[in-house]
């Protein structure tokens, strides 16, 4: 009897499972529709269509993986998705205060951003009762690695300030401060105890965040360091932190003079040993009386934006191989241009280059002196931004490939829409010398942003006459405004003389940014 | 690091100077059925192929990657999510366990906890003025939420 049972039960089974199976293969047959809402989520969703063959039969699909795991999953949630978790049952209850991360973002938790006055749930509420909430469930509070929060209308930095001063500083491995005050004259001043943190691997702070780092201030295991227009107590302040890091491995800095005003003097001196990644955006205009002085051997990366004052020091980097240099134009001096190329001759062994068509054209202006650096090892150049801002910039760009002799890859990417596009610009009528690069190394040229006017047809038609060994042109199209008769364009430029035998032509219509 | 377990396995075999001219080795992996196993290799390999193919460009790598991710997507059911991130967890296969994990988390995202308890097959355990308290405490975290 017995036997028969167990017999009846399998062959049930099996056939469940074969039902399942056929169940599971029409549904592959019909295609997926894609969630088109939001593209960072449209690859994810199909798994929720997926979802469809489960709640007929409400198979728990979860609870074998262990709490470890579940909080792993919660870890990639939004906060406020992991948090509501805690119903689904008594087991997932507490699960979410173990996610070691807390992200309060006013953006993301605030809807719609960033009108808060009408709502019935203000920012500070929700932080609040999420901290609360954490600590009331779990017993003993469990560890918090990282603490995020960005607060940026009716910022309240006293409970930041309380928040801080909470998180456990044995525990905490990552802090990310952004807030907007609503009093500007009362920054957010750290806990002191923050200074000393030993275990802080990335800190980050911005905009109403006053600096004021005791002198015996260290940070061990400090490796990535962001400061973004926060205010400086004195002028050692920046010193201070710096020298207090000895792993210090990526730095960003974005200082404005507005915010220096209480300092009549602030030199800026990055002098760390062990260093890879610099980014500095410079707002100071040159005639205020404040200066950088970078020295950092170690660099591999560097991104500059901002002005550059005469006392301003860069010391050599052999070893920086990527950069981006947007130079902002200071027309009230005069050797402005000279002082751009020497910052630029420090980068004399860079592989991979980004500039802005602002800075190329200083560098033209100042290219007529002597001292002009060839880099060598350039093989991709990126010009950024306006390339039709000035009548001569393309000269420019054309001018600037001799000194870069073994370039494989130029990327020109235009960014606005200007009414210049529309007159036939004289300077392209032009003949120029071929820059050395084309005839040996150039194999790829892409063009981003192409809007169809006459002047962009005639540098295409250019680069591909010039271009000798030229393996792929890549146009793409700009997505505003939309380009009408795409065919057309892509049946012209193909039709182009081609100096290279093997070249490649490729347009593409697609959305570009 | 991919499949660090079985890394660790080979270290080990090295250790021990077992030697018998063999060219495969048998690596026993009680707590992973075949099939998450065969998803598991196929994804590795494609990454490693991926990157091998667009060895200067990260971006290309990345888009080529995020295609490759949701074609596979597509083919798995929720129920096999469960046994691969169990297998990727043993195996100690990182990048796929985030993937997976990155799956389930985004299914559930901005849903409605009635959608979330069936998608995933839970039955509340609460008593019925203990689910209404909760409820009233995390009013804040439902506004906005999508309609099935």
């Known amino acids: ?513 | 690091m991919k499949f660090c377990a079985v890394k660790q396995y080979f270290d080990d075999e090295n250790n021990n100077n077992i030697t018998s001219g063999a060219s495969t080795t048998m690596i026993p992996l009680p707590n992973v059925e075949s099939h998450p196993l065969a998803i598991l290799i196929t994804y590795c390999k494609k990454h490693l192929k991926i990157k091998a193919n667009n060895a200067d460009n990260k971006k290309e790598t990345e888009k080529e990657m995020e295609q490759y991710e949701q074609e596979l997507l597509k083919k798995v059911m929720p129920q096999e999510l469960t046994e691969l991130i169990l297998a990727a967890n043993y195996l100690n296969f990182k990048e796929a366990l985030d993937f997976f994990c990155r799956a389930v988390a985004s299914a559930i995202q901005n849903k409605s906890i009635e959608f979330v308890r069936k998608f995933f097959g839970l039955e509340s355990d609460f008593e019925l003025g203990e689910e209404e308290k909760l409820r009233e405490e995390f009013a804040w975290s439902f506004e906005g939420v999508d309609e099935d």
Request: glycine fraction near 2%.
């Open chain 1, 1 to 513: 009897m017995k036997w028969q049972m167990i017999e009846t039960e399998e062959r049930e089974r099996r056939e469940r499972q074969r039902i399942e199976r056929a169940e599971r293969a029409k549904m592959r047959d019909q295609g997926w529709l894609i969630d088109v809402t939001s593209t960072s989520r449209r690859r994810l969703s199909s798994v929720r269509q997926n979802a469809h063959t489960n709640t007929d039969d409400g198979e728990d699909i979860i609870s074998s993986l262990p709490d470890s795991l579940l909080c792993h999953i919660l870890s990639f949630l939004p906060i406020r998705d992991s948090v509501a978790t805690s119903i689904l049952s008594s087991r997932w209850r507490p699960l979410w205060t173990l996610v070691p991360i807390l992200h309060l973002d006013q953006k993301q938790l605030i809807e719609p951003y960033p009108d808060e006055r009408n709502k019935k749930f203000k920012f500070v509420d929700i932080v609040l009762r999420i901290w609360t909430l954490r600590n009331a469930i779990s017993n003993p509070t469990p560890p918090l690695h990282k603490l995020f929060i960005h607060w940026y209308h009716y910022c309240l930095p006293f409970y930041v300030d309380t928040l801080v001063r909470a998180a456990n500083l044995r525990d905490l491995q990552e802090l990310d401060l952004h807030l907007c005050n609503y009093h500007p004259h009362q920054p957010l001043e750290l806990p002191r105890s923050l200074y000393f943190s030993t275990t802080l691997v990335v800190l980050k702070l911005g905009a109403d965040i006053r600096l004021n780092p005791p002198s015996a201030c260290v940070f061990p295991c400090l490796r990535i360091l962001l400061l973004k227009c926060v205010t400086f107590a004195n002028r050692d302040s920046l010193p201070t932190i710096l020298n207090a890091c000895p792993v210090l491995l990526d730095l960003s800095l974005h200082v404005v003079d507005k915010y220096l005003n209480n300092l009549d003097e602030f030199n800026v001196i990055v002098l760390v040993a062990t260093l890879k990644r610099l980014h500095l955006h410079w707002n100071v205009h040159p005639s205020s009386k404040y200066i950088f002085q970078i020295n950092t051997p170690a660099l591999e990366y560097i991104h500059f934006r901002g002005y550059l004052n005469r006392d301003d020091v860069l010391e050599k980097l052999p070893d920086v191989v990527e950069c981006v240099i947007q130079i902002e134009d200071c027309e009230k001096s005069d050797d402005y241009a000279k002082r751009v190329w020497d910052f630029m001759g420090k980068l004399y062994n860079v592989i991979s280059m980004e500039l802005s068509i602002i800075t190329a054209l200083i560098l033209f202006q100042g290219s007529n002196h002597e001292d002009i650096p060839t880099f060598h090892n350039l093989s991709s150049l990126k010009f950024c931004g306006d390339l039709w801002y000035e009548w001569y910039a393309w000269h420019v760009v054309w001018l600037l490939l001799c000194w870069a002799p073994g370039l494989q890859t130029l990327v020109i990417e235009h960014s606005s829409w200007l009414g210049y596009l529309n007159k036939r610009n004289p300077f392209l009528e032009e003949p120029l010398d071929v820059p050395e690069c084309m005839l040996s190394h150039l194999t790829t040229c892409v063009y981003k942003g192409f809007g169809g006017y006459e002047n962009e047809m005639e540098l295409v038609r250019q680069i591909l006459k010039a271009a000798k060994v030229l393996k792929i042109m890549k146009i793409t199209v700009s997505s505003y405004p939309i380009l009408e008769n795409k065919p057309h364009f892509r049946k012209e430029l193909s039709k182009f003389y081609r100096g290279s035998q093997n070249c490649q032509f490729v347009f593409d219509e697609g959305h570009f940014i």
